[in-house]
């Protein structure tokens, strides 16, 4: 009830909802507020939307799922309640969108059990093509496939990979907790093995932010400095050449909220 009061329809900010539990009783100790909306978020009560536009930090609303999701995307009005067809759709996305993966990959990012995975994967496998049998020619990337976990990509995706290989090696900086890095069981195969522990400090749970370069995170990367006079600081795993260094000034002065 209370948060159907407070988000109403507009939205609200966690701070506008955490106010608002307290005031109803409820005491917002170190963690509970985080941990009341990532349940709400889990069963589907809430989402995220909008960025908020006067909060004094950078966050997204949390919009009732009832109001801001399309309606008749849920399990039930998509698919009937059938599990398997949208454990094949999701499947789908994740693979189009994440590929080349494994699927065990998906079973860690989903949470889902390997052997429904396995059986809905069958219903979609002629879309999807071995990325070591692909890429098998001399010269090809050296991402491999490890033993009995074979990397899947979509088949007509090779062709756009390899257009965009030249674009996509260029310098990068991503955000906290970006997909590239988050998305898949097995990091190492971007974050170099004696920088990962630096990624995530003390694991805690909270990501840094990453340079990335030619496929490989080159470093971290952090804003400082007053608002509205932010600079970029890059803590190199080695030393950036004068172009990958201009490319890094150039993506920070393009970065949405560099000083904000």
């Not at 407070?6 to 106010?19: D, I, N, Y």
């Not at 698919?79 to 949208?86: I, V």
């Not at 989903?110 to 692909?134: C, E, M, N, Q």
């Amino acid at each position: 009830q209370i948060i159907h009061e407070v988000a109403g329809k507009h939205g609200a900010t966690r701070a506008q909802l955490f106010e608002a539990f307290e005031q109803a009783g409820i005491p917002m100790g170190p963690g509970s507020g985080y941990h009341l909306v990532r349940s709400m978020l889990h069963a589907g009560t809430v989402v995220y939307g909008p960025i908020a536009e006067e909060s004094n930090r950078v966050e997204n609303l949390v919009m009732l799922a009832k109001d801001w999701l399309p309606s008749g995307t849920e399990l039930e009005g998509a698919f009937n309640g059938d599990e398997h067809a949208a454990i094949a759709e999701l499947l789908r996305r994740y693979l189009n969108s994440h590929g080349p993966a494994t699927l065990r990959d998906f079973a860690w990012w989903s949470k889902l059990p390997l052997g429904k995975i396995r059986k809905a994967f069958a219903d979609i496998h002629t879309d999807y093509v071995s990325w070591d049998t692909a890429t098998s020619a001399p010269g090809s990337s050296a991402i491999k496939s490890v033993p009995g976990e074979e990397l899947w990509v979509r088949e007509d995706a090779l062709g756009k990979i390899a257009e965009h290989e030249k674009e996509a090696n260029k310098l990068r900086l991503l955000a906290a907790f970006d997909e590239i890095i988050l998305g898949y069981q097995d990091r190492m195969y971007i974050v170099p093995e004696q920088h990962h522990a630096a990624l995530v400090p003390g694991n805690n749970g909270v990501f840094r932010q990453a340079v990335v370069a030619s496929g490989e995170v080159v470093g971290f990367w952090k804003r400082q400095g007053p608002a509205s006079k932010r600079k970029i600081e890059v803590e190199e795993f080695k030393a950036l050449s004068a172009t990958r260094a201009k490319q890094a000034q150039a993506r920070f002065n393009a970065y949405p909220f560099a000083n904000s």
